[in-house]
């Protein structure tokens, strides 16, 4: 049997695949060594070398973890032809600068180019104030680099990424080169809160996808997410919104009995093969039973919402519970059905800061020394979050 060709440019976010699996797969899908294509959404017609450092960037931000940083900078050895200049900035050479010095971004011009790049040089202003982060104690090393898209984003805005980080070693008077653990800064990246493991996509068709956000509290334009992550936000309408229920029932009904029609054919093909063969046919268990008459039930209560109109006037949230199943009654915020919400980016200018992403992890990963953490979690504990907000473009 031939085997699928697979996209060696598509970002594959890992599942049970295990540590070793996941380092074969970053190298592949950041650094493949032919053509120059990239994820959906980008441009592709970059040089190859521009559009590796492009995926590098892309994986980690998508990954969103600081403990698969490391290994994200492992493929940046394919990239060396475009790296961003290193250069010391203080703390006895263990403070460095990595800062894009890019001038073009397709389709803006060179403008507001140099306004969007005023806006992130902003950010990087405010970072260099701290002195968690320009004066990290010995013998560690910090480094504060930034990375801009070479296009757009799929929401028509320009993208940055902000590091603060603490490379693995220092020695020689240098920091070294590979990447460690730190503080991420997403700048106009609305693909961090959807496309990440946290933030999975409950269900979808060919013209929307539903997610779940582990939302933990809102507070004005600062949402804490997922116990690491802090989202800033302009104004007080969000990037996301809530799902109708009526278009999510007009979805799941019909796919629910599809699913339901085929379970029954595949219980009467059983059942004609037990008989041709001569073979006792094992009944289904009690709890898979249970299971079938609680998807019955549930199918009749939303095909009952659907057809009493009730589901086109209700303003009531679309809930799931632990099975993924529809939820009676209310939610709490992280069981609540939302979609990416194109009027957040309404009649933003393109070189606009409408939304940073920060994030971190809250507890000690693997191979991070105490000393790490405790410079890591100091740069994310001393950020002025109302001050960074007033950096946002209304």
Same mark, same amino acid.
């Given at each position: 049997m031939k085997k699928k060709k697979q996209d060696p440019w598509k970002v594959v976010i890992p599942? !049970?695949?295990?540590?070793?699996?996941?380092?074969?797969?970053?190298? %592949?899908?950041?650094?493949? !060594?032919?053509?120059a294509g990239l994820v959906p959404g980008w441009t592709r017609s970059v040089s190859h070398v521009g559009a590796c450092r492009a995926r590098v960037r892309h994986a980690a931000v998508l990954m969103r973890s600081t403990l698969l940083l490391p290994l994200c900078a492992l493929a940046a050895w394919a990239c060396a032809a475009d790296q961003v200049?290193?250069?010391?900035?203080?703390?006895d050479k263990r403070f460095e600068l990595a800062l894009d010095p890019r001038t073009k971004?397709?389709?803006?011009?060179?403008?507001?180019?140099?306004?969007?790049? $005023?806006?992130?040089?902003?950010?990087?202003? =405010?970072?260099?104030?701290?002195g968690a982060v320009t004066e990290p104690p010995p013998p560690l090393c910090m480094r504060l680099s930034s990375w801009i898209e070479m296009?757009?984003?799929?929401?028509?805005? &320009?993208? +940055?990424?902000?590091?603060?980080?603490?490379?693995?070693?220092?020695? /020689?008077?240098?920091?070294? %080169? #590979?990447?460690?653990?730190?503080?991420?800064?997403?700048?106009?990246?609305?693909?961090? *809160?959807?496309? /990440?493991?946290?933030?999975?996509?409950?269900?979808?068709d060919d013209e929307h996808r539903y997610y779940v956000l582990p939302i933990e509290s809102q507070q004005g334009r600062i949402t804490r997410f997922n116990d690491r992550s802090i989202i800033l936000t302009r104004g007080e309408i969000l990037p996301w919104r809530q799902v109708p229920r009526q278009r999510y029932l007009q979805q799941v009904v019909p796919r629910m009995e599809a699913e339901m029609a085929k379970l029954e054919q595949v219980d009467e093909a059983l059942r004609e093969l037990a008989i041709r063969?001569?073979?006792? *046919?094992?009944?289904?268990?009690?709890? !898979?039973? @249970?299971?079938? $008459? $609680?998807? %019955?039930? *549930?199918?009749?209560?939303?095909?009952?919402?659907?057809?009493?109109?009730?589901? &086109? @006037?209700? #303003?009531?949230?679309?809930?799931?519970?632990?099975?993924?199943?529809l939820a009676e009654g209310g939610c709490k915020?992280?069981?609540?059905?939302? !979609?990416?919400?194109?009027? =957040?980016?309404?009649? *933003? +200018?393109p070189d606009r800061i409408a939304l940073i992403v920060i994030s971190t992890i809250?507890?000690?990963? #693997?191979?991070e020394s105490n000393e790490k953490y405790a410079a @890591? #979690?100091?740069? =994310?504990?001393?950020?002025?979050?109302e001050r960074i907000v007033t950096m946002l473009d209304n």
């Open positions: 599942t !049970e695949t295990g540590l070793r699996g996941l380092k074969r797969r970053i190298f %592949r899908n950041a650094c493949h !060594e032919k053509g200049p290193v250069v010391p900035a203080g703390a971004i397709q389709n803006l011009k060179p403008v507001q180019v140099a306004q969007f790049r $005023q806006r992130v040089d902003g950010l990087v202003s =405010y970072l260099r104030t701290l296009g757009l984003g799929r929401n028509g805005m &320009a993208q +940055a990424v902000l590091d603060t980080h603490l490379p693995i070693g220092f020695t /020689n008077g240098k920091c070294h %080169r #590979m990447t460690g653990t730190g503080v991420g800064y997403a700048i106009n990246h609305d693909s961090v *809160l959807f496309l /990440n493991d946290f933030a999975h996509a409950n269900s979808s063969q001569g073979r006792k *046919l094992h009944a289904p268990s009690a709890a !898979e039973l @249970r299971s079938r $008459q $609680q998807r %019955r039930d *549930l199918l009749a209560r939303m095909k009952r919402e659907l057809a009493s109109g009730e589901a &086109a @006037r209700s #303003m009531a949230p679309v809930c799931i519970d632990l099975t993924g199943q915020a992280d069981r609540m059905l939302v !979609e990416p919400n194109p009027d =957040y980016w309404k009649g *933003l +200018a809250k507890r000690q990963v #693997m191979q @890591r #979690m100091r740069i =994310y504990n001393s950020l002025d979050l």
